[in-house]
């Protein structure tokens, strides 16, 4: 009887914002859609969570700044919420019987019980989560699916895009990736089977602007790998988790040989200057996927912009979370920051063509990987690339390597540089000649 009356309460609520005018929906309509339960604590889905940790907490204050602004800003998103949620329902022709009777398997009660909710009268918590869940699905299908129907309300025109894709890669501020991909699949049928359309690559597209994935190959790669995983029986947990997978390594973990000891790389600038060879690695790989071959280190191109802190920050609070044992983003963001620690080092993956800075000048680079990873634990047992790190520090630490490299950057750098070196050279040998010759006449 309970669930009955629940999935009754639910039908109303989507019956009524269904109905709603698609013009002017200010905040207090909201008050009209659910009924008070004080049995039920009123909860904030979609939300910043204000303390997970210190690491969480702190940069949490820093996005939102005051709380006025804060207050402000999530009134007018809960706004165009409403807007999305109501147009996904009048595009979709939705059974609203078969959703709401899906809920209790798509969306678990840990989801729903996190946040806090900010209306005068909230919804139930199941009614508010499936309003944030309707509300992503249209924003996701508008973005890669949209036509001229979805730009009548001008949405697009204020950032929505934009400011979804920023709110949605918080740490716990998705809803269930089942949820989602159960909604429209429920929605649109038709993209279940679509080996081009399914709702995952949808996502990966959607997120696409905010990854560290910086070619077409690299995205190709990251879907067929996350595919993978999927048939492998992985199970993604909400939008953030994968964004995360896109970004896996497509290598097992190498052992190193001493599992209790850290082994730091060296900065970019002096393995270039100890003879290694820094290079881009093939563009139908993964992010994470460095592979070092003797002499040679090879990294997948970088991607970073003005967004990229705000994601690395919240992937790494994911992995410490939900992949404590694997948490293969930390692992890469510190690899990248024992290469990185001056402007110099950032200009010789720039000029190496490894990365793609989008973001500020070399300096700002180094200082954002230097203080992400200053905040982020690393474990030596787990370092996903502890055996690359030994490899690389033993081949630099040979003199005949150095000296191989001086020779090449001083007298081989350039044609002109070469026809010089052997000019001198042949000049050299002569003068040796002529000497030589001058002392063999001279005893005569």
């Not at 809920?103 to 919804?123: C, F, R, V």
């Not at 990251?222 to 964004?243: C, F, P, R, T, W």
């Not at 990873?373 to 370092?383: F, G, K, M, N, V």
Request: glycine share 4%; net charge neutral; proline share 6%.
């Amino acid at each position: 009887m309970p669930k009955e009356r629940k999935e009754r309460g639910d039908l109303e609520c989507l019956s009524r914002i269904k109905q709603l005018p698609m013009h002017d929906l200010p905040l207090n309509r909201l008050r009209e859609l659910g009924r008070d339960n004080p049995r039920e604590p009123a909860v904030r889905p979609y939300r910043y969570r204000m303390a997970i940790d210190n690491l969480q907490q702190r940069y949490v204050q820093g996005l939102l700044g005051n709380q006025q602004n804060a207050t402000a800003r999530f009134e007018e998103a809960d706004r165009f919420k409403l807007i999305l949620a109501k147009s996904f329902l009048h595009r979709s022709d939705i059974n609203l019987g078969a959703l709401v009777s899906k809920l209790d398997e798509w969306l678990p009660a840990p989801w729903t019980s996190k946040y806090l909710w900010g209306y005068e009268e909230p919804l139930s918590p199941r009614q508010s989560s499936l309003l944030e869940c309707l509300f992503t699905v249209e924003v996701i299908r508008r973005y890669t699916c949209g036509d001229s129907q979805d730009t009548a309300d001008g949405l697009a025109s204020v950032g929505l895009f934009a400011q979804a894709r920023y709110d949605l890669i918080v740490h716990g501020n998705s809803p269930p990736f089942k949820a989602l991909e159960g909604i429209f699949y429920l929605a649109f049928p038709s993209y279940e089977a679509s080996p081009v359309r399914n709702f995952m690559k949808l996502c990966i597209a959607f997120f696409n602007e905010s990854m560290l994935i910086a070619t077409d190959s690299q995205a190709s790669a990251a879907v067929n790998h996350l595919q993978q995983q999927m048939s492998s029986g992985s199970e993604i947990k909400d939008l953030l988790d994968l964004v995360r997978k896109c970004h896996a390594p497509l290598f097992p973990r190498q052992p190193p040989s001493d599992p209790m000891k850290l082994t730091a790389m060296r900065k970019a600038n002096y393995l270039e200057e100890a003879g290694m060879s820094i290079r881009p690695a093939s563009n139908d790989t993964s992010v994470c996927s460095i592979h070092y071959r003797e002499g040679r280190l090879e990294i997948p191109k970088l991607k970073i912009n003005n967004q990229s802190e705000h994601l690395l920050m919240n992937l790494i609070q994911h992995e410490l979370e939900h992949y404590p044992n694997d948490s293969f983003i930390n692992d890469y963001l510190h690899f990248m920051d024992s290469l990185i620690d001056t402007e110099k080092d950032v200009d010789v993956l720039i000029h190496n063509n490894i990365l793609d800075n989008y973001f500020t000048d070399s300096k700002g680079v180094a200082t954002l990987l230097n203080k992400i990873t200053s905040q982020a634990p690393l474990l030596p047992h787990t370092y996903y690339y502890n055996g690359i790190s030994e490899a690389v520090n033993a081949y630099c630490s040979i003199p005949r390597h150095r000296w191989k490299a001086t020779l090449r950057r001083d007298y081989c750098s350039s044609p002109w540089m070469i026809a010089s070196t052997i000019a001198a050279i042949i000049l050299l040998v002569l003068t040796l000649i002529q000497t030589v010759c001058s002392i063999i006449s001279a005893i005569k």
